[in-house]
């Protein structure tokens, strides 16, 4: 079915008063396509075009929120979903500090930049996407069938880049997990990742990645979509 890009999709959301809870408007101006993906593969092996529309399309950046806490059980599924993802060698990285409290918002707050203070405050959560150092410990029970351990053990040059590699993929899985259970995400690199480390990691092997905010976003103060690249200003079929 063939949609306007300005129609409103029900996207689930919590229900709260105000038609804003409910319904989230698109506005692609011309960089995605308005039209369903189809497949020779055929429907059973494809998401629905909602689903598509929910996990890419409709999804943005959030910078404000509505009043709206997000469940802890919630942060249990979108965990679970998270770590579902391939790393390599299931190395698994990826650790992650739910801030939701007025004490942790306030720990955090020494470690943003500017631009991002109000929108990380009143997000009702924010995660802190961190990589643990010595993950490589961890591989004899996550890769079991090999000495995979062997392979970074007193190489840092490995260590250092199959961290930041893979939790970075899983903080990417988050993200998509969290629009696929109806949340709401703004990713962020604007902070200061050592003062993080020093509040929420210090004497652990854990360091800072990057930061995701959660909730339900307030869709009326999106800006509209920038524009995205064509396939063949960024891709090509060799």
């Not at 060698?89 to 918002?105: I, L």
Request: net charge negative; proline share 7%.
């Amino acid at each position: 079915m063939n949609r306007s890009t300005t129609e409103a999709l029900t996207l689930g959301r919590p229900s709260m008063a105000g038609a804003t809870a409910q319904y989230r408007v698109r506005d692609y101006h011309g960089a995605v396509p308005d039209e369903p993906f189809t497949s020779d593969l055929g429907p059973d092996m494809m998401l629905s075009d909602d689903a598509i529309h929910q996990l890419f399309r409709d999804a943005r950046t959030h910078s404000a929120w509505l009043p709206h806490p997000v469940d802890d059980a919630v942060l249990a599924q979108l965990i679970e979903l998270t770590l579902l993802g391939p790393t390599s060698a299931n190395s698994s990285p990826g650790r992650f500090v739910f801030v939701k409290t007025p004490e942790g918002k306030e720990k955090l707050r020494p470690a943003l930049s500017e631009g991002n203070v109000d929108k990380t405050m009143s997000a009702p959560v924010t995660v802190i996407v961190g990589m643990d150092m010595a993950f490589y410990e961890h591989l004899p029970k996550l890769f079991p069938h090999t000495d995979a351990r062997s392979w970074f053990a007193g190489n840092d040059t490995a260590i250092q880049a199959t961290a930041f590699r893979n939790s970075s993929l899983q903080g990417a899985y988050l993200i998509m997990a969290a629009r696929a259970l109806g949340l709401d995400a703004g990713p962020m690199s604007g902070f200061d990742a050592r003062k993080v480390d020093e509040a929420f990691f210090a004497g652990t092997t854990i360091r800072a990645n990057f930061l995701v905010n959660l909730g339900y976003g307030d869709p009326s103060k999106l800006r509209p979509r920038l524009p995205r690249f064509a396939f063949d200003e960024v891709a090509r079929v060799d």
